[in-house]
């Protein structure tokens, strides 16, 4: 089955910078790579998300890069801000005819420094 | 922006008191998922239902089922509630298709936080 690995474990940056957060997959069928954000006793909820089709997405601060050959997904957020503090969740899956379960990486605690 | 529905948000029971977590879904998805998150973990799915179709992880523990009555509810049963189990339980939904593109985002509930006692 797929197995996804996430790193680093927990990630510390001054804000304003930027941080950057790196899963990879193990099965190259995967084409849908979600990311969710947990804050403390929350729900996960989707941030961004991209399919093998492309090689990057952005919406606003966040951008999420994808390398197919390396099997390698990124997250990328700029200009961090306080509320940004979380931890975040990759995944993956292969979507369509039927697959429909995530695979998630371990997570990433988020903490960023006034 | 209450989507998927959980109740009740906080449960306790006590050791080996059955005890019945509810999901409910306002999306008309046609897939439902049972997660189990404990402190600083994945969540790891337990299972989940293809319309009425339901898919049991190889390691979820037979003190856990579920029923999903109607496409809009779902529940989780545990049987018999060991310590083990005390965790944060999360239900999500997607809409997918047996053919052609599908959706594949997974919309999560608020989930139902366990205590056993």
């Known amino acids: 089955g797929e197995n996804v690995e996430q790193h680093p474990s927990t990630l510390s940056v001054q804000e304003g910078d930027s941080a950057v957060i790196k899963c990879t997959y193990s099965d190259s069928a995967s084409n849908y790579f979600p990311w969710y954000k947990q804050e403390l006793g929350k729900r996960p909820q989707l941030i961004i998300d991209i399919r093998s089709n492309v090689g990057e997405k952005k919406d606003q601060r966040i951008a999420v890069t994808l390398n197919k050959t390396a099997k390698h997904f990124s997250l990328h957020i700029t200009e961090t801000q306080p509320e940004d503090s979380a931890v975040y969740f990759c995944a993956a899956s292969r979507a369509n005819f039927g697959n429909e379960k995530l695979t998630f990486g371990t997570g990433t605690r988020l903490t960023i420094i006034p | 922006d209450a989507m998927v529905i959980q109740n009740p948000r906080y449960q306790v029971t006590q050791f080996g008191k059955p005890v019945t977590l509810s999901c409910s879904q306002t999306?008309?998805?046609?897939?439902m998922y049972w997660y189990q998150q404990k402190s600083s973990q994945a969540p790891k799915l337990l299972f989940h239902y293809y319309d009425k179709d339901f898919n049991n992880e190889a390691d979820t523990p037979d003190n856990f089922q579920s029923r999903r009555p109607n496409t809009s509810f779902c529940f989780l049963d545990i049987r018999s509630p060991g310590l083990g189990d005390a965790a944060m339980y999360l239900c999500?939904?997607?809409?997918?298709?047996?053919?052609?593109?599908?959706?594949?985002?997974?919309?999560f509930g608020p989930g139902t936080r366990l205590t056993v006692l």
């Open positions: 999306l008309n998805h046609n897939v």
């Open positions: 999500a939904t997607s809409r997918l298709r047996r053919a052609g593109p599908s959706t594949d985002t997974q919309y």
